[in-house]
């Protein structure tokens, strides 16, 4: 499909990376870009690592409900709802306070074992974090969900939810493994608007509550979102060993015929189908 663009040299004993900075595009083509993504770098393309940013979109869970969705709140407030490939709950990206980044590559170059994947890739997350002033781990036990059609609010996982120094959510990361590929994303909150996250599900949640059990990042360190992009991209960058590269013509053009077909389309957003 994709000879892939520029991305770093590499050693000889793993794949080439490029990392791709913050771009903002439609729910389902950002959904598309990882699938594609994944594609290019089973065909011998470069792997990437990037930070993006949603225009306001609800994304869902593979296997969640579209009745969870308050559908006209969502039309209403101009909330894009689109689906992911990775399970969970919905996720409201802010397009202001949420910051999700992915990374895809192929099998061979990520452990095998998913705690040990998780722990390998959220580790340039925790550097970013703590570049910027923010002590964050792995919760340390599981917790009990307040709403489980709302990722936030779903029970955490040691395995992959991020809490803040104050033991509140602040990332969750989830991975699917399409081809011979591992595509893992995560949204980190860079700040909170609790009543729009909570208007999105078709239930009577507290804001209140939500912001009990969900921190963001501006609630625990004096940096601009900028910064935080900037930290966040830096980190992956490193870890990857990645040169800055960019989606060639013909990962776009496929991306956008996929978003047509799957991401944007009512028989994936709303039936699973697809």
């Known amino acids: 499909m994709s000879d892939g663009s520029d991305g770093g040299d590499g050693d000889g004993d ?66 894009d709802v689109t689906r992911r490939q990775t399970g969970g709950g919905g996720i409201y990206h802010d397009a202001v306070g949420d910051i999700s980044y992915s ?38 036990e599981s917790r009990d969900a307040i709403y489980d059609p709302a990722c936030y609010l779903r029970g955490l996982n040691p395995a992959h939810d991020v809490v803040g120094p104050d033991g509140r959510k602040l990332s969750g990361n989830a991975q699917y493994r399409p081809l011979d590929a591992v595509v893992q994303h ?56 990645a040169d800055e590269g960019s989606w060639t013509a013909a990962e776009l053009d496929r991306a956008r015929a996929l978003a047509d077909a799957k991401y944007g389309a009512e028989s994936w957003v709303r039936h699973r189908e697809g």
């Open 186 to 241: 995560g949204s980190i909150s860079f700040t909170r608007r609790a009543e729009r996250h909570c208007d999105c599900f078709d239930a009577a949640l507290d804001p209140d509550a939500f912001r009990e059990r969900v921190g963001a990042i501006d609630d625990y360190a004096d940096v601009t979102r900028g910064d935080a992009v900037d930290a966040l991209l830096s980190s992956l960058a490193s870890w990857a060993d």
């Open 14 to 79: 793993g794949p080439q990376w490029r990392v791709i900075g913050e771009e903002r595009r439609s729910g389902p083509l950002t959904m598309a870009l990882e699938e594609v993504a994944a594609e290019t770098a089973v065909e011998g393309g470069p792997a990437t690592v990037r930070v993006y940013r949603w225009p306001d979109t609800l994304s869902l869970g593979v296997a969640q409900d579209a009745a969870s969705v308050d559908w006209a709140s969502c039309r209403r407030a101009g909330i």
């Open 103 to 140: 990374v895809v590559a192929p099998s061979d170059a990520v452990a095998s074992d998913l705690l040990e994947s998780y722990r390998d890739i959220c580790g340039p997350i925790f550097d970013a974090l703590s570049d910027l002033g923010v002590d964050a781990d792995f919760v340390g």
